[in-house]
């Protein structure tokens, strides 16, 4: 079945360190999302990729960054800069032609310990 | 990004229809209005949208105000696996990519 893969659906990461998130797609979209999550709260865009080697911030970059090498795969990784980074980050896609819905993976839900 | 405003939570009973409203007064004429809903641990499953005109497809119809200041979302039998938030949000043109801002949704709660 055509979708998106969201991994580790759990990871754990000690303060200073960075740590990439995985998300991979096969619906053959051209435009990707990551968006963060916290608890009680609606989604913001942390960054956005329409098309293959290209990305632009969203709403809350900082802290952020992310790679578009293939069509498939737009890793999100969090660095130490990132002061606040236990949450729950949410990857999605949607076709080209703006306004499309987009198609969200499961998630990873990233704790410090 | 124009904003949403909807009901922080409601409740229904199984099998009976649920009418979920959004409020959005400061909508463009070239927004569209979508709904997603979102089960716990789980990311958002996208429902409908619509410009103008009401939609239906097979989870659920969308009822658009004349004016476009407001929209329902419309169940037509609650189940159990209805029960999760429901964010009614605006959409942002920004080239081939679909910009969506998430506000706090309606926790809808469907009972026996």
């Known amino acids: 079945d055509g979708g998106i893969t969201q991994s580790p659906k759990y990871l754990f990461r000690k303060e200073g360190q960075n740590v990439t998130l995985s998300c991979e797609q096969n619906?053959?979209?051209?435009?990707m999302y990551w968006y963060r999550q916290d608890p009680g709260q609606g989604l913001r865009l942390i960054y956005y990729?329409?098309?293959?080697?290209?990305?632009q911030k969203g709403d809350i970059a900082e802290g952020y960054s992310v790679s578009r090498e293939k069509k498939e795969s737009f890793p999100l990784t969090v660095t130490s800069a990132q002061k606040n980074p236990t949450a729950f980050y949410l990857c999605?896609?949607?076709?080209?032609?703006?306004?499309?819905?987009?198609?969200f993976g499961d998630g990873t839900r990233l704790s410090i310990l | 990004d124009a904003k949403t405003t909807q009901p922080n939570s409601m409740e229904s009973n199984e099998e009976e229809p649920v009418h979920l409203p959004c409020n959005h007064s400061?909508?463009?004429?070239?927004?569209?209005i979508h709904w997603y809903r979102q089960l716990p641990s789980q990311g958002p499953e996208y429902v409908i949208h619509?410009?103008?005109s009401n939609v239906n497809n097979r989870m659920a119809s969308l009822a658009i105000a004349e004016d476009r200041k407001s929209s329902t979302l419309i169940l037509h039998r609650a189940t159990l696996r209805d029960a999760a938030v429901y964010y009614c949000?605006?959409?942002?043109?920004?080239?081939?990519?679909?910009?969506?801002?998430f506000g706090t949704g309606t926790r809808l709660q469907v009972t026996l």
């Open positions: 400061t909508i463009s004429g070239t927004d569209y």
């Open positions: 999605a896609s949607s076709p080209t032609g703006g306004r499309q819905p987009q198609h």
């Open positions: 619509g410009l103008t």
């Open positions: 949000i605006l959409s942002g043109h920004t080239g081939t990519a679909s910009k969506l801002t």
């Open positions: 990729s329409q098309i293959v080697n290209d990305f």
């Open positions: 619906l053959n979209h051209d435009a």
